[in-house]
């Protein structure tokens, strides 16, 4: 579901990067009061894993179409709302800036629709409150799914409602949002399953990494690092493996853009546009998912288009762990010396 900046305005895309940077910059400053000092290792691995796991689109079974996990609720359970939000963000600037995934006008958007309706809406309003009794297994998977599929359609209409503002004619309100709704429940519903299963996975391994009620947790848990380092190994294999064989049909808002307009995608036109889509040309390292068809970076003969989903699934798994890990150890130390510096200001010491 990452918007192309053919789908918005310049005026609609500048508003959300806005709204976005005022999230970034709140949840920013909400990491650095959490004493978890592991949070930010947990950050890194997982959005790796986010990376890696939506690169596999699974099929939706006679529609056409494909989807794949937007991985929001994942991280809102696993992280909490704030570092969830920050770490899908990441995710999606990564996949902006060098995989020429989504527009750099849209990135606004794209880190609303994908972050902010599983962080500050699905996880607190859904997810919480069936949660907030002591947890079983069955309690656990309705939570994550109906969670998981709520977050996907108010973001599949939030982004109905971003194109309604930015004046695209070619997608009619009624007609996008009565394709947007059922396709992406479908898909929504998958990814539940998909999160369900990766958190009882974490629950069974150590429930305290969940913020949920448990009256007695086990006392053979499994230490933070090592169940870190299961979902490390499992992002490689996504990456590098199970991403060769995704399905090759048009994704949840892709089959709906063609379906309204009889064309694969909408047309990027005006200065502002066409001088975003240049820069990321420029930036991009493996616009795709893959090594360009032609030119000077072409791939050699010999490598394959799976080949470079591998790849591309790898270094972008790394980039995304890196960059998590950076952003997060930086927020942790600038802000933490801002804090020292106003506890030691006048009245202080």
């Known amino acids: ?134 947890a079983t297994k069955t309690r656990l998977s309705a939570a994550v799914i109906l969670s998981a599929a709520v977050a996907l359609q108010l973001g599949a209409f939030s982004v109905v409602l971003q194109t309604k503002a930015s004046g695209i004619s070619e997608l009619p309100f009624l007609t996008f949002v009565a394709l947007m709704q059922p396709i992406h429940l479908a898909i929504g519903i998958v990814e539940g399953v998909l999160t369900a299963a990766v958190i009882s996975f974490v629950w069974k391994a150590n429930p305290l990494i969940l913020d949920i009620p448990c009256r007695k947790a086990p006392e053979n848990r499994i230490p933070v690092k090592i169940v870190a380092a299961v979902l490390l190994a499992a992002t490689i294999i996504i990456g590098g493996f199970l991403s060769r064989h995704a399905s090759d049909n048009p994704d949840g ?47 050699p003969d010999s490598v394959s288009p799976e080949t470079g989903t591998s790849i591309s699934g790898i270094v972008g798994g790394s980039v995304t762990l890196a960059f998590v890990l950076i952003l997060g150890f930086a927020l942790k130390k600038v802000l933490g010396r801002q804090q020292d510096r106003v506890s030691d200001g006048p009245g202080h010491g």
């Open 1 to 134: 579901m990452h918007m192309a900046d053919a789908m918005i305005s310049p005026a609609v895309g500048g508003a959300m990067w806005a709204v976005s940077a005022a999230g970034i910059a709140y949840c920013s400053r909400k990491i650095k009061n959490d004493p978890d000092e592991s949070k930010v290792s947990l950050m890194g691995v997982l959005g790796a894993f986010v990376f890696a796991a939506q690169m596999v689109n699974f099929t939706i079974p006679a529609t056409g179409s494909s989807g794949h996990i937007g991985g929001g609720m994942l991280l809102a359970v696993l992280l909490g709302p704030h570092a969830a939000f920050l770490t899908i963000a990441s995710v999606l600037v990564v996949q902006a800036l060098f995989f020429a995934d989504g527009g750099l006008l849209a990135l606004g958007c794209n880190i609303f629709n994908l972050g902010f309706f599983p962080a500050f809406a699905a996880y607190p309003l859904i997810y919480r409150k069936i949660m907030s009794e002591d």
């Open 253 to 299: 808002l892709e089959w709906a853009i063609t379906r309204s307009t009889g064309k694969e995608e909408l047309e990027s036109t005006g200065n502002i546009r066409k001088l975003l889509a240049s820069v990321q040309e420029k930036i991009s390292i493996l616009p795709g998912y893959g090594f360009q068809p032609a030119g000077a970076a072409a791939a």
